[in-house]
């Protein structure tokens, strides 16, 4: 099938009789026949939903539709964004371990990385996304447990060279995780490029209609973890009795200890009813792609012709410094996020952007509806200037998320706001 089909068809097939619309199993517990049975659910030897802590039926049918979707073995949806990149990374680092990162990535991210796990022991080494393979081999060390990186940063919108980051980890017996966020499997599917992991928020296109927090870890299922250098996926896990993730569970090894151990024990699992609605906005999820990529090229054009514009980053504009790459990786667009500055600083940013009448200025992106954003005084306003720099956010940089509105209304709305600065 192709991905506008596994949008509306993967994960959940009606049998006869049964509704056309996935169903909302608002439960937290499922019943069994015998004691035994509900042993062997916790030996991990039988299968089925246990507790909603750990899976449920709607969310297992997203689950499985995400990871069609990616070409992965399987996935698991969490109740953020955040929530999955601490879970993908947790699974395989422990304290007195490092990961490799790039510094372009979500500021949320940047301080989970940087911060907070640095108190658990966890060390982030950040690398420049542009750096040559033998400078991204240089950043490694011998506790290093993975390399994590943004197919499309946010807001630098620089466009992450996944093969060249991919055959570096490989070569490295470590894999490679990628927070496919911005340009949704439509637009890019990591996995054909040797990504090992994919995490999203999917508060952003998959919802895509900003009405709930929510993440999802897929897994590639063809990543060695028997190269000895992971033993929490070779050795006995001692809360299962022994249970040997890659032993018992084979490629779905990464995946199948996230969910059962990890969500267990953080229980940061979505409702039944949140699943739901991320399944509504992934079965339109193609042609809304398709819009927001049309719509953003317009009016990165339009920026760039405008003498109060003193740059535009599009990757799909022939001049961007990321053109060549998202040829390579984002063929049919490069999502609805564009990011400019205005000539006159800060100051001039913030004129414009409270100008703007259609446009909403918000902590968001990826919407439905355009929204602004001034990420120097508001996600990333925790970063030093020379963090800003690193991440390449400039004091004036602003962040335009093109929506789905006519292109016309949108261009008057920016065009009148421009004529104000
Ligand atoms: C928003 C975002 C996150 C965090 O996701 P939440 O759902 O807000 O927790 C992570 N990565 C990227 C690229 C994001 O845009």
Redesign the pocket.
């Known amino acids: 099938m192709k991905l506008e089909t596994k949008c509306l068809h993967a994960g959940y097939a009606p049998e006869n009789g049964q509704p056309c619309a996935l169903p909302i199993y608002q439960s937290t517990t499922y019943k069994y026949d015998s004691t035994d049975h509900v042993g062997a659910l916790f030996d991990l030897s039988a299968p089925g939903h246990m507790y909603s802590r750990i899976s449920n039926p709607t969310v297992a049918a997203v689950e499985e539709k995400i990871a069609a979707l990616e070409g992965g073995i399987g996935a698991l949806c969490t109740?953020?964004?955040?929530?999955?990149?601490l879970l993908a990374v947790l699974n395989i680092c422990s304290a007195g371990d490092s990961l490799v990162a790039v510094p372009t990535?979500?500021g949320?991210?940047i301080n989970l990385f940087a911060v907070t796990l640095k108190r658990l022991g966890i060390e982030c080494i950040f690398v420049d996304g542009d750096a040559s393979p033998e400078e991204i081999r240089a950043a490694f060390k011998p506790n290093t447990r993975l390399v994590f990186g943004?197919t499309?940063?946010?807001p630098a919108i620089s466009v992450f060279d996944i093969e060249k980051f991919a055959q570096v980890a490989h070569e490295q017996r470590v894999p490679l995780v990628v927070?496919?966020?911005?340009a949704t499997p439509i637009l890019c599917r990591p996995f054909a490029f040797g990504a090992d992991i994919v995490?999203?928020?999917?508060?952003?296109y998959m919802d895509g209609h900003a009405i709930q927090?929510?993440?999802v870890i897929v897994d590639s299922g063809k990543f060695d973890w028997q190269n000895g250098r992971f033993p929490e996926l070779t050795e006995p896990d001692e809360s299962y009795h022994g249970v040997r993730y890659v032993r018992d569970f084979g490629a779905a090894a990464y995946i199948t200890k996230a969910r059962v151990q990890l969500m267990r024990d953080f229980g940061c699992y979505p409702g039944a009813q949140a699943a739901f609605y991320l399944n509504l906005g992934l079965e339109t999820l193609p042609v809304r792609m398709e819009r927001y990529c049309k719509n953003a090229e317009q009016m990165a054009r339009f920026f760039a012709a405008s003498d109060k514009v003193e740059s535009v980053s599009y990757p799909a504009l022939p001049g961007d410094p990321y053109h060549q790459l998202a040829q390579k990786y984002l063929p049919d667009g490069c999502s609805g996020v564009l990011s400019l500055t205005i000539k006159g600083g800060r100051e001039a940013a913030v004129r414009f952007m409270d100008s703007l009448q259609l446009a909403t200025n918000e902590v968001?992106?990826?919407d439905i509806r355009t929204c602004v954003l001034h990420p120097a005084s508001a996600t990333h306003r925790q970063l030093t200037d020379a963090q800003l720099v690193a991440a390449g956010i400039n004091p004036g940089l602003i962040r335009f998320s093109v929506g789905l509105e006519h292109i016309d209304d949108i261009m008057d709305d920016a065009r009148q706001a421009l004529e104000k600065v």
């Open positions: 109740t953020s964004g955040q929530a999955a990149n990535i979500y949320g991210t943004e499309i940063a946010n927070d496919n966020t911005f995490t999203h928020s999917t508060t952003k927090v929510g993440g968001h992106v990826a």
